[in-house]
């Protein structure tokens, strides 16, 4: 393998793994602090690969990219610091569930609706319907291949 293309490949898997850890950060947890953070994780590993390729391509585009990104990301950690110092002044905890109950006051509260109840039967293994007759093959179609 040619050194460039190593060292894009390498490049790669890292924007590729911190996009992943903030990807599962930014879903799996409530937290909001964390959140934002793996919001950031995320745009870091799409800035890595946009250096990546514009470096294997000798360009300077993805430089500017990721320049553009810098600066989204600096907007999005002021607006994260305001929610975050908001939800905590008026609920007491960074849960991303408090913000249902800073809604308006004659809006409804959002109910989850509820779970069907499952049977407490043992489950069973799907199955496909018999569809007919097997064909009869004969050896010579099965010891003969033209294509090889």
């Not at 393998?1 to 799996?28: S, W």
């Not at 905890?93 to 779970?115: C, F, K, T, V, Y």
Request: hydrophobic residues 45%; charged residues 15%; aromatic residues 8%.
């Amino acid at each position: 393998m040619h050194h460039e293309t190593a060292l894009l490949d390498n490049y790669l898997i890292v924007g590729a793994m911190l996009f992943g850890i903030g990807l599962i950060g930014f879903l799996g947890r409530r937290n909001m602090i964390v959140v934002f953070l793996s919001a950031e994780m995320m745009l870091q590993g799409v800035s890595v690969s946009l250096v990546a390729w514009g470096r294997f391509h000798n360009d300077f585009g993805g430089q500017m990219l990721v320049i553009f990104i810098i600066a989204i990301a600096a907007c999005e950690a002021a607006i994260a610091l305001a929610l975050i110092q908001t939800l905590f002044h008026r609920g007491g905890s960074l849960d991303i569930a408090s913000w249902q109950e800073m809604r308006e006051s004659n809006q409804p509260p959002h109910e989850e609706p509820p779970e069907p109840d499952e049977p407490a039967a043992q489950p069973a293994w799907p199955t496909l319907p018999p569809a007919g007759v097997a064909p009869q093959i004969t050896p010579d179609q099965t010891d003969y291949r033209r294509h090889v």
